[in-house]
């Protein structure tokens, strides 16, 4: 098992380009999420799937888009970088259902810095 | 809305010394309350967590107990080795959803 697996590590763009980071994961979740770190904020999620062709917002959805065409994927899309969104960006995933099962995978992250 | 307050950081402790992190929260409704704890350069892991009242959850040496009354789950530990330095995310999940609710987090830094 690979658990939760996040391309690329690190990234620099400049305003207004577009970008997609990865994220997958091979241990059939259902649920899968974006978060943004951002120093002494903690991790804000930013959208959130609870399965293949459903998706919804988080607390900070703007400027980020996302899609669920599989189980194993969850991109995340920026259409047009703004310098707010440089930050570490993390994946997660976990089992959907009862509350004991909410332990959350979370890959390595992806540091985005957008000049 | 929900929200998770944890202690102010950092926190640098000589090895062996005794470690508490606070962490109080607010919710809607009845929280499942976790600790994650990521190390430099990695992602979270899930430390411990506890789903119910006065449940304790424990993990590496590491304790928390939920507490109902005063709305904490303060992370304790007897003897941290250098090697528990990282940064330590209290988090809360409410009805069965997955969405996690994040702390500011805590800095550790244990010197030998």
């Known amino acids: 098992n690979a658990g939760v697996t996040q391309t690329p590590k690190f990234q620099v763009l400049k305003t207004g380009q577009s970008m997609t980071l990865q994220c997958a994961q091979d241990?059939?979740?259902?649920?899968m999420s974006w978060y943004r770190q951002d120093p002494g904020m903690g991790l804000r999620l930013i959208h959130y799937?609870?399965?293949?062709?459903?998706?919804d917002q988080g607390e900070v959805p703007n400027g980020y888009n996302v899609s669920r065409s599989t189980t194993e994927d969850f991109p995340l899309r920026l259409l047009s970088a703004a310098p707010s969104q440089t930050s570490v960006y993390f994946c997660?995933?976990?089992?959907?259902?009862?509350?004991?099962?909410?332990?959350?995978?979370f890959g390595p992250g992806t540091r985005l810095t957008v000049l | 809305g929900d929200s998770v307050t944890q202690m102010e950081g950092p926190v640098t402790l000589s090895e062996e010394a005794f470690l508490t992190i606070n962490c109080t929260y607010t919710?809607?409704?009845?929280?499942?309350l976790f600790w994650y704890v990521q190390y430099p350069g990695e992602g979270l892991q899930l430390l411990l967590k506890?789903?119910?009242?006065?449940d304790k959850g424990s993990n590496k040496g590491f304790e928390a107990t939920y507490r109902k009354e005063t709305t904490s789950f303060h992370l304790e530990k007897g003897s941290v080795q250098v090697s528990d330095s990282a940064v330590y995310f209290c988090?809360?999940?409410?009805?069965?959803?997955?969405?996690?609710?994040f702390g500011q987090g805590t800095r550790l830094t244990i010197n030998p």
């Open positions: 997660a995933s976990s089992r959907a259902g009862t509350r004991s099962l909410n332990e959350q995978f």
């Open positions: 241990m059939n979740h259902e649920y």
């Open positions: 799937s609870v399965g293949a062709g459903i998706t």
């Open positions: 919710a809607t409704g009845y929280p499942s």
């Open positions: 506890a789903t119910k009242a006065d």
């Open positions: 988090a809360l999940s409410v009805g069965g959803a997955q969405k996690l609710v």
